[in-house]
């Protein structure tokens, strides 16, 4: 018995889950004792690919039904026609309002097959009253379901072919305004002739081409002559439209519910001229005349056209409209907001808004973003630069995804919404999957695999829509006025030199060298440059600035990234502004070391990096190389890279001076570190294949005391030890061979900042030996060495090399640089006429004592010689005072009560002035300079760079270096010089 039961056919095989579905199968003629019957076939597996099998079947079962005798014809057309088969079982399938349509009006089928659906005006002609409403909703209703039914007939049959999704909402928006002028016909009729003038303006997603199955029809009217009439032609028209079609909303009109219903044209011009919001600006973006008189739909288009691509210029504009969008948001109850398909996070008004504002920000000067459509407007947005072509596609395919899914939960009941399913009800994620077109993917079944897209195009459409949104170049961009956008060659001129352009005719040419074309790279500057024109206007050299960025553009022609950053992250562009208006060197380090432009974005990565990360991650990459030449290629390379890192973060104001000066010692610890170990290999090769000493590089002057700057020079020392086997001589020889290459390959001439690796604080100087042994050094100083050499002693610090060695010559150095007892008074007379002689022999020709940074009264010079000073006497008893660094000398000697607290205050100050302004002007300049410029331009950039405002009096900056230099030379008369 129960292998006779499992003989059965069953209707599952084809998706049918129904109790009835034996039974409505047999009353179809498709099914018998034995299964499917011939011909039935191709029935049974097209209702298998209907969304959803019982419903398609049972909505086929109420049609047979209905058709009564006509039946086996339709049967005989379903099993003849693929077409018609595929489009019927589909809208079946999909849409219970289409099935009670179609059970209503069974001869409607055909038209399916062969569209003779009867147009929108000829099935109201001569009609009003209820027999024209009875007679539109019928017509418009066939006429929906032919375009369901092409929508949806590739599910069931996929050689009809999927349409495209733009198609599709073209046929709504013409199926919509037909029904608007057939509305307004049967109005007419029942009105009788009249004077008055009346044209209807589709708004929102009718005027963009872009209508649901189920929406709201907006529009606004326009009246002439006879107001009233065309105020009553008005009204009757919503209500057919509403009663047979859609809802017509005319709330977008001025002054919304409350405003008169028709205006004149001169009423519709007064108001947005006067009263209108951000938002109505929004929405006119969209108004497109569809019926009525067109000559005055067009006359409205002419007068409100212009305040569309305008409404940017008002105030507060991006921001008013980015305040909409977050308004509508919090209208979504919580619960909801991850399922809103129309407005929750992720959803469809994210793109909308998204494009939108970019269309009439950058419309206003390009006539290509003047579009209604939104996938339209997206492509031109990509097409023209203004958003990346990944992002437009990206964002366009999921506006698409999402828009599909409206349309397929809206065919259900031909109702309005736009709700996703719960993910807990899995009847109504499978059919909304198979409705889609959504189907099993690795072992998922439809409703995971729909799931899974919906999070990522919702989660696409978010990162997007913020990324684009709330860019901050679109604020930048809406703050340059629409007439500035527009101008011809001599108001740009004229624009130019308002702006403080001292040359308006060259920056006019380098403007044209970088938009000419039809490139997308044109396209894009385009957009750029008004934005970085007004930008580089508040800096102190807007020409040279503008002169940098042309070079740089030029250089990074062929990087694909650089000019979608600039557009994508509005950071980027301000700072970018900054630092060209400011510095002659940034600009041609960042050119070749592009990679820091994107750390412009991001403030961290920028100005706090770890610099022990830094000197870790060079001195690893220069190891991969094994080649000389390669190493110290790589060397430059991150050095150069990371010198525009610290250069960038210190002119934007997000690197205090001590932090500057240790980054960039640090970099110059790493590449004599890195470019030790690649010469020590190569030497040793050549020695036989072992080194004959081991290295290490003591660090002098500033590097020592951790406190470069970027002009400075590595003041060095190297000390050797024999290795087991070889001789001193040896190991000195040895060594000497590898400081001597390492100097020649680090200071070979270049385009970067120079690597000059200075020995001239050894023993001897000039005339000694590049590199001794540790014994020969300590024997140096114990028989010959005066209190200069030991002074100089005092910042040195172990660099690179061997470690070991390097914490051997430092602990044997103490006693010659903190000697026991201190300073006698003769050495003490000895290191003050040493200062005396370098005040006034060392100071250049003509250079200005009171603004000479290095050498001048209260500069650098005086500061470190007062705090030396301290340490030759008392850091035998004060072991805190034993330390490179002059402001780590200066808090231990205030500790230790060897200068008053205020004095050290007093010489801090100073001597970080002097090292900051040293350090802006280097940048400033492009070239090292001690002295302080003292008028002019540069003056500027190195006020800006110390953090006065753009309207800064030079003279205040001059002022205040004096004073604070004075005041600490004062400082160093009592200190040291007693």
Known sequence: MADRARTV???????????????????????????????????????????????????????????????????????????LRGRLIAVLGAST??????????????????????????????????????????????????????????????????????????????LAEEALRAALVVAQAEQGPNDARLAIIAMGKCGGRELNYVSDVDVVFVGEDNVDVATRLASRMMTVADSACFEVDAALRPEGKAGALVRTLDGHAAYYRRWARTWEFQALLKARPVAGDAELGEAYLDVVRPMVWTAADRDGFVGDV????????????????????????????????????????????????????????????GSGGYVGRADA???????????????????????????????????????????????PDRGRAEEQVLLSEFRRHANRVRRLHEKLFYRPLLEAVANVPTEALRLTASEAVARLGALGYASPEGALNHIHALTTGVSRRAAIQSALLPVLLDLLATTPDPDGGLLSYRKMSEALATTPWYLRLLRDEGAVVQRLAQLLGMSKLVPEMVARAPEVLRLLADTKELANRDPAEVASSLRTAVARHRDLHGAVAAARSLRRHELARVACADLLGLMQTPAVCGALSSIWAAVLQAALASVEREKSVEAGGWPKAKIAIIGMGRLGGNELGYGSDADVMFVCEPVEGASGDE??????????????????????????????????????????????????????????????LLRASFVAGDPALGARFINAIDEFRYPRGGLDATSVREIRRIKARVDTERLPRGADPTTHTKLGRGGLADVEWTVQLLQLQHAHEVPSLRTPSTLDGLTAAVEAHLISKSDAEELRAAWLLATSV???????????????????????????????????????????YRRTTRRARAVVERVFYG
Not at 334 to 359: I, M, P, T
Request: a negative charge.
């Open 9 to 83: 056919p069953s209707t599952a095989r084809f998706g049918l889950t129904d109790d009835r579905a034996d039974a409505a199968l047999r009353a179809a003629g498709w099914w018998d004792d034995g299964g499917p019957v011939k011909g039935a076939e191709p029935m049974l597996t097209a209702l298998s690919r209907s969304p959803d099998p019982d419903l398609a079947l049972r909505g086929m079962d109420r049609l047979r039904e209905s058709a009564g005798a006509g039946w086996p014809r339709l049967d005989d057309a379903l099993r003849g026609d693929r077409a």
């Open 97 to 174: 309002a289409f099935a009670d349509f179609l059970v209503a009006n069974p001869d409607s089928c055909h038209a399916l097959s062969d569209g003779s659906s009867l147009d929108l005006i000829s099935a109201v002609e001569g009609l009003t009253g209820p027999e024209a409403v009875r007679a539109l909703r019928s017509a418009y209703r066939a006429q929906l379901l032919e375009i369901a039914a092409d929508d949806l007939g590739h599910l069931v049959e996929p050689d009809l072919g999927a349409p495209n999704f733009d198609d599709v909402t073209a046929r709504l928006t013409e």
């Open 322 to 381: 980015q305040q909409m969008r977050r308004r509508v948001e919090d209208h979504v109850p919580a619960e909801l907001l991850e399922r809103e398909l129309k407005l929750g996070r992720g959803g469809l008004r994210d793109v909308e808004f998204a494009v939108q504002l970019l269309q009439l920000v950058h419309g206003r000067s390009d006539e290509d973003l003047r579009l209604g459509s939104t996938t339209a407007a997206l492509t031109a947005l």
């Open 393 to 439: 596609a990206g964002l366009g395919e999921s506006y698409r995804f999402l828009r599909t899914l409206e349309h397929r939960l809206q065919l259900q009941k031909l109702r309005r919404t736009h709700l996703f399913p719960d993910e807990s009800n899995l009847v109504d994620l499978r059919w909304l999957a198979r409705a889609a077109g959504v189907r």
């Open 731 to 792: 190991a000195a020889k040895f060594a000497a061979s590898v400081a001597e290459a390492m100097r020649r390959q680090l200071g070979a001439p270049s385009q970067d900042p120079p690597l000059e690796v200075d020995v001239g604080l050894r023993p001897q100087g000039k005339q000694g030996p590049l590199a001794r042994t540790l014994d020969s050094y300590i024997e140096y100083y114990r028989r010959w060495g005066e209190v200069w050499e030991a002074q100089a």
């Open 918 to 960: 040293r350090n802006a002007t280097m940048l400033v300049r492009g070239k090292p300079s001690d002295q302080v410029p003292t008028s002019g331009r540069e003056l500027l950039a190195v006020a800006r760079a110390l953090g006065y405002s753009q309207d800064v009096d030079p003279g205040e900056v001059l002022d205040g």
